[in-house]
């Protein structure tokens, strides 16, 4: 598995478990804590693509 596959399925399952969050954070905050834990999702896709980023620098 490449480098950038790892970092997709590592971005999926971040993403995926942040749903969840966003979801517990719904059904008990309403919507304040759905829009914090869209926040979480956005700053995860952020460090994921820094991560690919730096590793095709680097390979070079």
Not at 29 to 37: C, L, P, Q, V
Not at 46 to 51: K, L, T
């Amino acid at each position: 598995m490449s480098t950038g596959q790892i970092s997709q399925c590592r971005l999926l399952v971040a993403a995926d478990l942040t749903g969840e969050n966003a979801k517990v954070l719904w059904e008990s905050e309403g919507e304040e804590g759905s829009a914090t834990a869209e926040e979480e999702v956005f700053g995860l896709e952020n460090f994921e693509i820094e991560i690919v980023l730096w590793n095709v620098e680097n390979q070079q």
